[in-house]
Nanobody, 126 residues
Framework: QSQLVESGGGLVQPGGSLRLSCAAS????????VGWFRQAPGKEREGVSC????????SYADSVKGRFTISRDDANNRAYLQIDRAIPEDTAVYYC???????????????????WGQGTQVTVSS
C-alpha cells in the first residue's frame, strides 16, 4: 500500500539546521501534493508547508516563513523540509503527507491529505 516514511529528525541547537526527508513508495508520487505538518506536546496538529505536484508552487505557515524550505525530488520519490535558524517552538513531531492532486494548483498550508507518514521527532534545545 501507499507509504510515506519520514527521517532526519533529531536534536538541534537553537539557530541550527536540520533537513527532514520523506520517502514515498507504492504510489505515483509526482502527481501528489506534499504537505508537512507538526504536532507539539499539548497542541493540535498544524500545517507548516505544502508543495504542489511537480513542485510548481509552495506555501508556508507564518511561523516558519523565511526559515523553512520545502522541496521535492520526484525522480527519487522524495520530499524534504529544510529547517534553518531553528527555534525551540519548532520542537514537535513532524509528519509528511501526500494527496492526489495531479495538477499543480496552489496548495494551502494544512488541509486534508490521503497518505500520511509516521512522523519524526525534532527537538530544538541547547
Amino acid at each position: 500500500q501507499s507509504q510515506l516514511v519520514e527521517s532526519g529528525g533529531g536534536l538541534v541547537q537553537p539557530g541550527g539546521s536540520l533537513r527532514l526527508s520523506c520517502a514515498a513508495s507504492q504510489f505515483t508520487f509526482e502527481n501528489y501534493a506534499v504537505g508537512w505538518f507538526r504536532q507539539a506536546p499539548g497542541k493540535e496538529r498544524e500545517g507548516v508547508s505544502c508543495i504542489s505536484s511537480h513542485g510548481r508552487t509552495s506555501s508556508y505557515a507564518d511561523s516558519v516563513k523565511g526559515r523553512f524550505t520545502i522541496s521535492r525530488d520526484d525522480a527519487n520519490n522524495r520530499a524534504y523540509l529544510q529547517i534553518d535558524r531553528a527555534i525551540p517552538e519548532d520542537t514537535a513531531v513532524y509528519y509528511c503527507a501526500a494527496d492526489w492532486r495531479p495538477y499543480p494548483l496552489i496548495c494551502p498550508v494544512g488541509g486534508a491529505y490521503e497518505i500520511w507518514g509516521q512522523g519524526t521527532q525534532v527537538t530544538v534545545s541547547s
